[in-house]
């Protein structure tokens, strides 16, 4: 386990409510790094955070963590006894520890009032946690009880093309969509190309349509008329330049993240509040509802030594109550979709 802040008398320091961080971003963007910087920095100021690395395939951390997936589940083990590739190994592993996320909520309740920051870095291929029932699982529990912000991770010295800094801002758009948390986009690598055009192309609308004065291609006019739509997403976005390498830009991110707390406090809690009653109120229907099988009197839970989660019991299962919820809803929503659709057909 990690330490906490402690005031000089070795009393741990009472911080209020922690912010989460869910740092997301395409690979190699430069996600790792940055969490090794803020945790560098952040240590420096004697305000250690609680990490936790959800990426099942990471070979080597070089940043001091307090929970990590790979101490729950074997990823390879897991590729091996499923028989699936690198990218279905990462998203069981990372369903298989959606199931024990409860416990990960346990330890980060107590631990709340020592720290000031939960920095989660997440797996390289973004979809696994964005498009996931077990992503959304993790960002909801998190989000329904601390103060969550998204950091968006991007390649500033991949961006400069405005088409391609279009298709980057519609993914970071989507996952907003996704997230439903406060959003702040970190152009990182700062140290090889300057973020400015960035500012400019999302803050002034005749700049990003004179970047693409030269292209007449089909995707410079959709990305023209793109930038249109994109106008509100731009209005309330906080984009901070940033080098994880360097360290250049730290305390602006770090006063967007006080700034996204806010904002969750203001804009975004009174939904989670919402969200986590009903889940309260379904998990104690599903209580009185439900008898124990035979399997469950005398299963005896298997036990995973982990650094990070004590005593946390190995899990074989592959799929989570809540798992099967959202799958339901998704099935449901996709019955009315072709209901509709049959009902709105010409009759032949
Ligand atoms: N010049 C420069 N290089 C950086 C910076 N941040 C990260 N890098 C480099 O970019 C590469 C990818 O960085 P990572 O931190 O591993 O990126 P990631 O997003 O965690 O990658 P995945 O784990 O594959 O998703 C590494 O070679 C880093 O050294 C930066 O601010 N400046």
Known sequence: MGESSTASDGEPIQHGQPTVLIVLGMAGSGKTTLVQRLTAHLHSKQLPPY?????????????????????????????????????????????????????VMNLLQKRSAEVKNIVIDTPGQIEVFTWSASGAIITESLASTFPTVVIYVMDTARSTNPVTFMSNMLYACSILYKTKLPFIVVMNKTDIVDHSFAVEWTTDFTAFQDALNADTSYMSNLSRSMSLVLDEFYNTLKLVGFSAVTGAGTDDLLKAVEEAHEEYVKEYKPEYDKLRERRIKEMKKKEQGKLPTNAELVAEPGIVVTRGIDGAGEDTSDSSDADADNEDAEEDSFMRFLDAKKASAPKT
């Not at 690395?53 to 929970?67: C, H, Y």
């Not at 101490?71 to 520890?97: A, C, H, R």
């Open 51 to 103: 990490v936790i690395n959800l990426d099942p395939a990471v070979s080597e951390l070089p940043f001091p963590v307090n929970i990590d997936i790979q101490d729950t589940v074997n990823y390879k083990e897991v590729m091996k006894q499923y028989g699936l590739g690198p990218n279905g190994g990462i998203m069981t592993s990372l369903n298989l520890f959606a199931t024990k996320f409860d416990q």
